[in-house]
């Protein structure tokens, strides 16, 4: 049984700075969500929220109904990998799996060894000895093998190269349809991964500026292009994100749903409607509130 | 795994570990101790048992373990799913192991070098006639190891200024605790100075009925204070 998680007007402060404002979120079960945001969004606070590293200073957090924090019922269904500092590690990585493994109830270390294999990670070098990328890829590891109802990826791909990177997108994809979880992605590679993603929130300056399943996430957003008068004029009652003009041509990035009768407007005034990616839109949206 | 199964695990991991580094530490004083027999003339170190030998490097090797459990074993266990109440008990209780074995290891060993080595006018241990120094170094080790746990939670909690006034603080203490355990001769080289009046006087070592208790007072006032400082403590991301 995969928790269903819930956040109510969750705050959270670091000294004067407020990371999170009012999050209010409900994140049901399984599924995998993209969780985006610009550096300092709160990404990381309200994940190691979920993770039960603190406790918000004001709202609530719950996961299956009940707060995680210190929660012996709930934390050990919750892992968090986050980048990890090796440095002073002494132990070998088949030495963190068996400890992951003595500790996490659901850890399958035949699933951790074959990830090792797929990652070219050595389990008999010490954890301190690994590049960058490798260690990612113990993180990777670890979350995944624990198999835990809410498995947290933070960044979980920094260093790691492009073949690496693709084997964790596939071993996501893979272990989830094998045992269907809660699997939350933060990242910054958004066109990288989108794919993976059934749902997407939007942090920013620790606000939920957006939440909502990619399919009509991305249904909402539409770029027209076509001669730059008709162009402004048809968009012009529309939410506009961002627009480009070359010469003649105009091209507008628009937020919103298109009914089909503005579908049938466009094309006889000559408009070319386009998609418009999960990235552009994150990249929009976020600079749109900036500008508010 | 249920929590109380968790918690004996987490127990058993850390007093093995724990256990592991302080077997080398057990090698390093064996191999002083007779470094010393071979290399040294000065009757007041020939003279001396292992328990006094051990008691020193037990103690500063306790206050390093103490530093590192919140640095090394909190994040990790946290981590895992574990919660900071069964960190506390694993750590408490696992210093609390470590100790035993430590002082027993340490016991057995002056037991056996004794018998091995006649002819020699050994000096009572720490001051105390007999194997009454027993329980004191226990407790003083347990002590050391539960000061180094305050310093490291201040350091990890409330950052480097506190963390340097709780070593100062933690100096005090061991500076009042001196009065308590022996004649204060045995306690870490750092303190020497402050004792040096009282290791040439003759005074007897304070009555175990007097030191125990009050050392036993100290130890419950710290796990007190531990548990208040790790209770609701923020996980760094690192």
Redo the contacts between chains.
């Keep these: 049984m995969t928790p269903h998680i819930r956040l109510e007007q969750v705050s959270y402060r670091y000294g004067h700075h407020e990371a999170l404002r009012d999050v209010t979120l409900s994140l049901p079960h399984p599924r995998i969500y993209g969780l985006l945001g610009r550096n300092g969004a709160g990404k990381?606070t309200l994940l190691?929220l979920l993770?039960?590293?603190?406790?918000p200073d004001t709202g609530k957090v719950q996961i299956d109904g009940e707060a995680p924090?210190?929660?012996?019922r709930i934390?050990?269904?919750?892992?968090?990998a986050?980048?990890?500092?090796y440095s002073s590690e002494s132990d070998k990585v088949v030495e963190l799996l068996e400890?992951?493994a003595?500790?996490?109830?659901s850890f399958d270390m035949a699933y951790a060894e074959q990830l090792a294999a797929r990652f070219k990670l050595p389990l008999k070098t010490r954890a301190s000895g690994l590049s960058s990328g490798k260690q990612s890829a113990l993180n990777a590891i670890l979350a995944l093998a624990a198999r835990?109802p809410v498995t947290i990826l933070d960044e979980t791909y920094v260093g790691m190269d492009a073949p690496a990177r693709e084997i964790f997108y596939q071993e996501v994809l893979a272990d989830y349809e094998r045992h269907p979880r809660t699997i939350i992605l933060s990242t910054h590679l958004v066109s990288e991964m989108d794919y993976l993603f059934e749902e997407v929130v939007i942090l920013h300056d620790g606000r939920v500026l957006l939440h909502e399943p990619i399919d009509r996430l991305l249904e909402r957003g539409a770029s027209i292009t076509g001669p730059a008068a008709q162009v402004e004029a048809f968009a012009q009652p529309l939410r506009q994100l961002s627009s480009q003009q070359l010469g003649g041509t105009r091209s507008v990035m628009i937020y919103g749903e298109l009914s089909d009768e503005q579908r049938r407007q466009a094309a006889a005034l000559g408009l070319e409607l386009g998609q418009v990616s999960l990235q552009e839109l994150f990249i929009h949206l976020t600079e749109e509130e900036d500008a508010r | 795994m249920n929590p109380t199964h968790r918690t004996g695990a987490i127990i058993k991991d850390l007093t093995l570990t724990q256990l592991s580094w302080a077997s080398y530490l057990l090698f390093g004083v064996i191999l002083f101790f007779w470094g010393v027999r071979l290399f040294t003339s000065d009757p007041e170190m020939l003279n001396r048992t292992f328990l006094d030998f051990i008691v020193q490097p037990g103690s500063v090797f306790m206050l390093i373990l103490g530093l590192l459990s919140v640095s090394g074993f909190l994040t990790f266990l946290v981590k895992q799913g574990v919660t900071r109440r069964t960190y506390y008990t694993g750590v408490a209780v696992s210093g609390l192991l470590l100790t035993l074995a430590l002082t027993a290891a340490g016991l057995l060993l002056h037991l056996l070098f004794r018998t091995l080595i006649s002819g020699v006018e050994w000096l009572p241990p720490m001051g105390y006639e007999g194997l009454a120094a027993v329980p004191v170094i226990f407790a003083q080790m347990y002590l050391f190891y539960l000061i180094g746990w305050a310093i490291g939670g201040t350091f990890y909690r409330f950052g480097v200024v506190p963390g340097l006034l709780s070593i100062a603080c933690s100096l005090a203490l061991l500076m009042g605790l001196s009065y308590l355990i022996g004649t204060g001769n045995d306690l870490p080289s750092l303190l020497t100075d402050r004792l040096d009046n009282r290791a040439s006087s003759d005074r007897s070592p304070v009555p175990l009925s007097i030191s125990l208790p009050s050392l036993a007072l100290v130890a419950v006032l710290l796990l007190a204070l531990m548990r208040l400082m790790t209770k609701r403590i923020r996980i760094k991301i690192k």
Excluded: I
Excluded at chain 1, 69 to 72: L, V, Y
Excluded at chain 1, 82 to 85: K, P
Excluded at chain 1, 102 to 105: G, K, L, S
């Design positions: 990381s190691s993770a039960s590293y603190d406790e924090f210190e929660n012996a934390m050990p269904q919750v892992v968090f986050h980048q990890t500092d400890a992951a003595r500790y996490r109830p835990a």
